[in-house]
């Protein structure tokens, strides 16, 4: 009993640190612009198809494939901020969220077109030869993603806490006009939000890819379970949706082994649910107050 | 007199079926078809369109049926049932087809099938559901294998290898919900007890948990019923977590794709599959093997790789225009009986006889039972 709770748990946190650095990546622009980006999942599946399609075609090594499709995914993120956020500015939560879910549709349509419906696999970094703790085992892979994770989410916080530009991103999410008449560029801020979420999620599903597969439909479900770990651990506040995405994983692991696996994606949901009915701002966020 | 008065009546009743004969020639032979050509179902409806258009084109270059032309009327569902059932209705009413080979998938065909039976028409399905032959009903036919014969061939793999508790795992799509309700209810026939009833989504990315709990109970074999990414990730946690029991698949992943994704821990996976699999690798015996081979490489010259659901259109088309031929009309009723009576039809999906009955026509032996050996197909003898 205690061998397959300890595998629950690692499949947990392996899944749960996927998406917690999708979470993080609604967690920052949602921070610097109040937008909610629902195109963040497509910035997963477009990092993981990316490098893919860079290290079979020019026949590149798989981490420059990598650093090309991660430099790629930055520029959408920011063309997606210029030329199609950007313009919208004033428009109501509602209006710009359509235009985020209107992005997502057009880029999973482009990744149809350019590699079709195939699914692809990608190889793993360092073996597939799993490692026993007991009963219990994991992959290389999974080391992976969770050290990869961390790295990320420590170099989010340093950022913010404690270089120029990650503070002056916050001011921006604080007081826009405040922050744009003590000097600080705002637009240029936004760029910046947008590559970080961008730079995230597409390392994220390079991180991913050796586990799960990819296909041009593989940012739906990834999108979707970030954003309830975001929400689940307090909408906009970047290491509570870290918190949220391991909780969402170790939840969704055990619902499934230890209660019913047809059931685990609505045990998921339904403590989300019971997370906001007793805390709208979700676990870790602070109750705000709109001023009228 | 009398003579030259009968000469002249015969000369007259001759030239009178002579032009018959031609009008009928100038008729075409309207067959006409609703598939997914788009959509989320385009894998199924691609191959299939290919498939007709490619054999219309042979039919008619070779002289057509009787002398007379195939004409094909072709109308893109992308999958949505109220677009077939509009499209059906425009092909009876308005095109005046004689036979309808299409339906790429179980949900489009269902939606179909009360209009096809009430306007009296000859309907070839290519869609996989048991439900839409059994019941029986008078106007409708399919060629492609059930969910039911896979796990009928399956379980008969297993009894001979002496297992009889198996763990079962399945996705949550269409197919493999489907499937795992065939499995359940067929397990017994077989002497068969499921031990575990396990399920993932259809984008999950890690079935340790599920398969865990698999490994704690006293199942001798595992069998995932599933489609697209999912069987692939489950193959690899199988062999992650160390479970060494035999693994059995469903025909939903039998692609070159699936050994591809799988890797090193597909060896030894077992799965029901269609002979087109596995073609060059028949007896020459195999009276399926020309027929397989003649597709696939017809094909092949012109699309690409070749897949299984193109091969029902095939089985589908010319089922159908036998069944003209051998009625010497287009008369619905005539060209709904003689397909009824295809006997020792040798298609890319196995050899058909149909009856009333039966209006699939195949047996669990069109199914082969594969095992994936150094990267590749075997057949299991």
Same mark, same amino acid.
């Given at each position: 009993?205690?061998?397959?709770?300890?595998? =629950?748990?690692?499949?947990?946190?392996?899944?749960?640190?996927?998406?917690?650095?999708?979470?993080?990546? =609604?967690?920052?622009?949602?921070?610097?612009?109040?937008?909610?980006?629902?195109?963040?999942?497509?910035?997963?599946?477009?990092?993981?198809?990316?490098?893919?399609?860079?290290? #079979?075609?020019?026949?590149?090594?798989?981490?420059?494939? #990598?650093?090309?499709?991660?430099?790629?995914?930055?520029?959408?993120?920011?063309?997606?901020?210029?030329?199609?956020?950007?313009?919208?500015?004033?428009?109501?939560?509602?209006?710009?969220?359509?235009?985020?879910?209107?992005?997502?549709?057009?880029?999973?349509?482009?990744?149809?077109?350019?590699?079709?419906?195939?699914?692809?696999?990608?190889?793993?970094?360092?073996?597939?030869?799993?490692?026993?703790?007991?009963?219990?085992?994991?992959?290389?892979?999974?080391?992976?993603?969770?050290?990869?994770?961390?790295?990320?989410?420590?170099?989010?916080?340093?950022? =913010?806490?404690?270089?120029?530009?990650?503070?002056?991103?916050?001011?921006?999410?604080?007081?826009?006009?405040?922050?744009?008449?003590?000097?600080?560029?705002?637009?240029?801020?936004?760029?910046?939000?947008?590559?970080?979420?961008?730079?995230?999620?597409?390392?994220?599903?390079?991180?991913?890819?050796?586990?799960?597969?990819?296909?041009?439909?593989?940012?739906?479900?990834?999108?979707?379970?970030?954003?309830?770990?975001?929400?689940?651990?307090?909408?906009?506040?970047?290491?509570?949706?870290?918190?949220?995405?391991?909780?969402?994983?170790?939840?969704?692991?055990?619902?499934?082994?230890?209660?019913?696996?047809?059931?685990?994606?609505?045990?998921?949901?339904?403590?989300?649910?019971?997370?906001?009915?007793?805390?709208?701002?979700?676990?870790?966020?602070?109750?705000?107050?709109?001023?009228? | 007199?009398?003579? %030259?008065?009968?000469?002249? !009546?015969? $000369?007259?009743?001759?030239? &009178?079926?002579?032009? $018959?004969?031609?009008?009928?020639?100038?008729?075409?032979?309207?067959? +006409?078809?609703?598939?997914?050509?788009?959509?989320?179902?385009?894998?199924?409806?691609?191959?299939?369109?290919?498939?007709?258009?490619?054999?219309?084109?042979?039919?008619?270059?070779?002289?057509?049926?009787? +002398?007379?032309?195939?004409? &094909?009327?072709?109308?893109?569902?992308?999958?949505?049932?109220?677009?077939?059932?509009?499209?059906?209705?425009?092909?009876?009413?308005?095109?005046?087809?004689?036979?309808? /080979?299409?339906?790429?998938?179980?949900?489009?065909?269902?939606?179909?099938?009360?209009?096809?039976?009430?306007?009296?028409?000859?309907?070839?399905? &290519?869609?996989?559901? /048991?439900?839409?032959?059994?019941?029986?009903?008078?106007?409708?036919?399919?060629?492609?294998?059930?969910?039911?014969?896979?796990?009928?061939?399956?379980?008969?793999?297993?009894?001979?290898?002496?297992?009889?508790?198996?763990?079962?795992?399945?996705?949550?799509?269409?197919?493999?919900?489907?499937? %795992?309700? *065939?499995? &359940?209810?067929?397990? %017994?026939?077989?002497?068969?007890?499921?031990?575990?009833?396990?399920?993932?989504?259809?984008?999950?990315?890690?079935? @340790?948990? *599920?398969?865990?709990?698999? %490994?704690?109970?006293?199942?001798?074999?595992?069998?995932?019923?599933?489609?697209?990414?999912?069987?692939?990730?489950?193959?690899?946690?199988?062999?992650?977590?160390?479970?060494?029991?035999?693994?059995? *698949?469903?025909?939903?992943?039998?692609?070159?794709?699936?050994?591809?994704?799988?890797?090193?821990?597909?060896?030894?996976?077992?799965?029901?599959?269609?002979?087109?699999?596995?073609?060059?690798?028949?007896?020459?015996?195999?009276?399926?093997?020309?027929?397989?081979?003649?597709?696939?490489?017809?094909?092949? $010259?012109?699309? +690409?790789?070749?897949? @299984?659901?193109?091969?029902?259109?095939?089985?589908?088309?010319?089922?159908?225009?036998?069944?003209?031929?051998?009625?010497?009309?287009?008369?619905?009723?005539?060209?709904?009986?003689?397909?009824?009576?295809?006997?020792?039809? /040798?298609?890319?999906?196995?050899?058909?006889?149909?009856?009333?009955?039966?209006?699939?026509?195949?047996?669990?032996?069109?199914?082969? !039972?594969?095992?994936?050996?150094?990267?590749?197909?075997?057949?299991?003898?």
């Amino acid at each position: 009993m205690f061998d397959q709770i300890l595998q =629950f748990v690692l499949t947990g946190v392996t899944v749960g640190a996927t998406y917690a650095l999708v979470a993080l990546g =609604f967690a920052i622009i949602y921070n610097a612009s109040d937008v909610v980006n629902f195109s963040q999942g497509e910035f997963v599946m477009l990092g993981a198809m990316g490098s893919i399609a860079f290290s #079979a075609g020019n026949g590149l090594p798989l981490w420059l494939a #990598a650093i090309c499709a991660v430099l790629l995914v930055i520029c959408v993120g920011m063309a997606l901020q210029r030329f199609a956020i950007a313009p919208a500015r004033g428009a109501s939560v509602v209006t710009t969220i359509i235009i985020t879910i209107g992005a997502s549709i057009f880029l999973r349509g482009v990744a149809l077109l350019l590699w079709g419906k195939d699914i692809f696999g990608m190889p793993h970094f360092s073996g597939e030869e799993p490692i026993k703790i007991g009963e219990a085992t994991l992959l290389p892979q999974n080391l992976w993603v969770m050290g990869g994770a961390s790295v990320l989410v420590l170099g989010v916080h340093y950022f =913010f806490n404690h270089t120029t530009n990650g503070k002056a991103v916050l001011a921006c999410s604080c007081n826009r006009t405040a922050a744009q008449l003590v000097g600080i560029n705002v637009s240029r801020m936004m760029l910046i939000a947008y590559g970080l979420s961008a730079l995230l999620g597409s390392l994220a599903g390079i991180l991913v890819a050796p586990i799960t597969f990819t296909s041009y439909d593989a940012g739906v479900m990834l999108g979707l379970k970030g954003f309830s770990a975001a929400i689940l651990g307090g909408f906009g506040n970047p290491m509570g949706a870290v918190a949220g995405g391991l909780l969402l994983g170790l939840i969704e692991s055990l619902a499934a082994g230890l209660i019913s696996s047809g059931y685990k994606d609505a045990i998921g949901f339904v403590i989300l649910l019971l997370v906001l009915f007793f805390k709208p701002s979700g676990l870790f966020g602070k109750a705000s107050a709109e001023r009228v | 007199m009398k003579i %030259r008065k009968t000469v002249s !009546m015969l $000369a007259a009743g001759l030239l &009178l079926s002579l032009a $018959a004969a031609q009008t009928s020639a100038g008729d075409t032979i309207k067959v +006409g078809t609703f598939l997914a050509v788009t959509g989320p179902a385009s894998f199924l409806g691609d191959p299939e369109l290919k498939t007709l258009q490619m054999y219309v084109e042979e039919v008619n270059a070779g002289g057509g049926v009787d +002398g007379r032309q195939v004409e &094909l009327i072709h109308y893109d569902t992308g999958g949505n049932a109220k677009e077939a059932v509009n499209f059906a209705k425009r092909l009876i009413q308005k095109d005046k087809v004689d036979v309808i /080979v299409g339906g790429s998938t179980t949900g489009t065909t269902l939606a179909v099938m009360p209009l096809v039976e009430s306007s009296e028409m000859p309907f070839i399905s &290519l869609a996989g559901a /048991v439900s839409i032959i059994r019941p029986v009903k008078k106007w409708t036919f399919k060629t492609p294998h059930t969910d039911a014969m896979a796990a009928a061939k399956i379980f008969g793999d297993m009894q001979r290898r002496g297992i009889s508790k198996v763990a079962l795992i399945s996705g949550s799509g269409g197919f493999d919900k489907s499937g %795992r309700a *065939q499995s &359940l209810e067929l397990a %017994r026939q077989y002497g068969i007890t499921m031990v575990a009833d396990e399920s993932y989504g259809a984008k999950d990315t890690d079935m @340790t948990a *599920q398969l865990a709990k698999i %490994r704690d109970t006293d199942a001798q074999a595992i069998l995932n019923f599933g489609f697209g990414t999912g069987p692939a990730i489950v193959t690899k946690n199988v062999r992650q977590l160390g479970i060494t029991l035999p693994l059995y *698949q469903s025909h939903g992943v039998a692609s070159k794709k699936y050994i591809e994704l799988a890797g090193d821990a597909a060896e030894g996976v077992r799965l029901p599959a269609a002979a087109l699999l596995v073609a060059e690798q028949l007896p020459d015996s195999d009276p399926q093997k020309a027929v397989l081979l003649s597709y696939k490489n017809k094909f092949e $010259a012109k699309y +690409g790789d070749v897949s @299984t659901f193109g091969g029902h259109a095939y089985d589908g088309l010319f089922m159908a225009l036998e069944a003209i031929d051998r009625a010497n009309s287009t008369d619905k009723a005539k060209v709904r009986d003689e397909i009824e009576r295809t006997t020792g039809f /040798v298609g890319t999906g196995g050899i058909f006889n149909m009856s009333p009955t039966d209006h699939l026509g195949l047996g669990i032996n069109a199914f082969k !039972m594969l095992e994936i050996k150094n990267g590749d197909w075997s057949i299991v003898q």
